[in-house]
């Protein structure tokens, strides 16, 4: 097995210092050690990817490097009684794709601590559909729900909407029986959003307040925000008496410039979404939830499908903003 190769993308750094990607060929024991050795056959594309595949080094700092911080595949070799051969599972977060080489390869080795079995509702292709993108957005429905916000409360804003986690927060949301405002730059992509579940879209402009007050008229029950900057500082202002507020990206800004009254006068809450390190008891709650009750019957419209050696100029379109819904990647295609 150690003698083997696989297909994979690698970022290298030139001497220059550019970035360049090319998918190559690589030995099975250029891998890092781990417990697990994982046949990929599927993994997908997130913002995270894209950066990782350019070199930012808030992402990845040791190249050359394969990206993909998701992989869901069959286990080739296990040294943990955890897992045997044959076993189906899925791989995300961590330091995967990071400085641990990623699933836009064929093969991973991971800790045996990182591995989540697929559970029985979903197929490996499925998992991905989702990956981290989907279980970004079920962690932070499930922290709507848990914040005691009903259906019966109010719409749910959803900012970048048409995005990986916003196309499938929307999706969600709708499935769980909430009402969802969706919100995007992306005009030409309402009949996408209306067939996720949006039963109203917005534009940006709507989501930017410049007049300085310090609480705005109650829209929102709750709100899944992606982008962060000042969307996300208005809609805080917007939020309704014991709203939950969940943020998850800074696409637009990593800066937050608010004030105490959303939290003192109307007992909002504020709550972090971090896929990569999540607690695996959590972990494992969200994905039971995807594959069960809020399994979607919409992910093949919201999903396209590449293969390795087409994923390059997905990975520019993420980068420029343009992505719509999912892309996902055949490994063995």
Wanted: charged letters at 20%; hydrophobic letters at 40%; a negative charge.
């Amino acid at each position: 097995m150690s003698s083997q190769n696989f297909k994979a993308m690698v970022v290298s750094k030139t001497e220059e210092g550019e970035f360049t990607r090319e998918i190559a060929t690589r030995p099975i024991d250029s891998l890092p050690a781990g417990e697990v050795l994982l046949n990929v056959k599927y993994s997908s594309l997130n913002y995270k990817d894209a950066l990782s595949a350019v070199g930012n080094r808030g992402v990845t700092r040791n190249y050359p490097h394969t990206p993909g911080v998701d992989a869901a595949g069959i286990v080739e070799h296990s040294e943990s009684g955890e897992f045997q051969p044959g076993d189906k599972v899925i791989v995300h977060g961590y330091d995967l794709g990071m400085d641990t080489s990623g699933g836009f390869g064929q093969y991973v080795r991971v800790p045996a601590d990182w591995v989540v079995n697929l559970p029985a509702g979903l197929d490996l292709k499925e998992s991905m559909m989702y990956g981290t993108a989907g279980f970004t957005a079920a962690q932070s429905v499930l922290r709507i729900v848990e914040g005691g916000v009903r259906s019966e409360d109010g719409k749910i804003l959803v900012t970048g909407a048409t995005g990986g986690v916003g196309s499938m927060a929307v999706a969600v949301l709708a499935k769980a029986g909430y009402s969802v405002t969706a919100s995007t730059g992306k005009t030409a992509q309402e009949q996408f959003l209306g067939g996720l579940g949006a039963e109203e879209i917005i534009g940006r402009e709507d989501l930017t307040d410049p007049s300085g007050r310090l609480l705005l008229k109650g829209q929102w029950a709750g709100v899944v925000d992606t982008v962060g900057g000042e969307m996300l500082a208005t809609a805080i202002k917007s939020t309704r008496q014991r709203g939950v507020v969940t943020t998850c990206g800074n696409v637009a800004s990593h800066e937050l410039n608010t004030n105490v009254y959303p939290f003192i006068l109307r007992g909002i809450t504020l709550a972090g979404i971090d896929s990569a390190s999540c607690p695996m008891e959590r972990r494992r709650l969200v994905w039971e939830k995807m594959s069960a009750e809020w399994k979607l019957d919409i992910l093949e419209q919201m999903c396209k499908t590449v293969c390795l050696e087409d994923l390059d100029p997905e990975i520019d379109v993420i980068l420029k903003g343009g992505q719509v819904g999912r892309v996902v990647v055949d490994l063995w295609n």
